[in-house]
């Protein structure tokens, strides 16, 4: 066994032409876990997820994937080697059918043993199964999310880059996503977990990492952090 990370994010400068968003960032994901990386609106979060996707290339640092630099390489090149971006926004094609979307994704990630087939993630996905023929738009947000999660696991990811999973679903719905990202999880699948929601990274992180202002500003355990006020208080409005 290798003690090196999966994912090593280390001193990462990007941004978006001459605005920079992200200072001097590092992050580590160890194979299995599930890290969140917490923080308020305009953070930087997703800019971090594009950064390691390869949607932005860093203008300084190093980001290695298995060991290998994957700095440079386009999200097309990522997703190959086993990443998946799950956004925020337009996770899916609304205007194809729940099955298209799955078989899309099986032709554009990685060659993997593990993936699932299309009919073994509408088997585990019982919701999309009834709805195999509708078409993505004809979804809720949470089975939006479902299908953009079950694309992430046809597509073979090994680490899934989870951008506000939560983010306007009712709450009973943000309930049923957690219990999805838990289960992923337990398929051996590991996932950085983006969320404003610090109590959905409390209930599902091994550790969480705090952004602020592009930079991280703390790392601990899902103990730790909710026991840290200050922290809470001063980067997550939360007293
Ligand atoms: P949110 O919860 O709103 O998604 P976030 O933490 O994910 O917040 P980012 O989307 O990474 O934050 O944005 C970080 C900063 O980068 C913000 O100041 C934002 O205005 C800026 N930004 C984001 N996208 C672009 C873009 N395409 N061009 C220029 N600036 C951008």
């Known amino acids: 066994m290798s003690a090196e990370p999966l994912l090593a994010v280390e001193d990462v400068d990007a941004g978006y032409g001459e605005t920079q968003v992200l200072s001097d960032l590092s992050l580590s994901i160890d194979d299995g876990e599930i890290v969140s990386l917490v923080g308020r609106n305009g953070a930087g979060k997703t800019t971090t ?18 060991g290998d630099d994957v700095s440079r390489l386009d999200a097309t090149k990522t997703a ?41 993630a509408l088997d585990t ?11 993505g738009s004809s979804l809720s947000g949470g089975e939006q999310q479902m299908l953009a999660i079950a694309r992430a696991l046809v597509g073979g990811a090994d680490l899934v880059l989870l951008d506000e999973p939560t983010e306007g ?33 409390l209930e599902l992180a091994d550790r969480n990492y705090v952004i602020n202002q592009g930079e991280i500003v703390y790392e601990g355990s899902s103990t730790e952090l909710e026991a840290n006020e200050e922290v809470l208080d001063r980067y997550l409005g939360i007293t």
């Open 169 to 201: 679903l009712a709450p009973y719905i943000v309930q049923d996503v957690m219990d999805i990202v838990a289960d992923l999880n337990e398929r051996g699948i590991t996932v950085l977990l983006v969320e404003q929601n610090v109590h959905v990274c």
């Open 80 to 120: 190959e080697r086993g990443l998946a971006f799950v956004p925020e926004e337009r996770r899916i094609f609304p205007e194809l059918s729940v099955k298209e979307n799955l078989e899309i994704a099986e032709y554009g990630g990685a060659t993997d043993a593990d993936s699932l087939s299309v009919g073994e």
């Open 49 to 66: 997820l594009r950064t390691i996707m390869g949607i932005l290339e860093p203008t300084t640092g190093r980001i290695t994937y298995r």
């Open 125 to 135: 996905f019982e919701n999309l199964k009834a709805r195999a023929g509708n078409a």
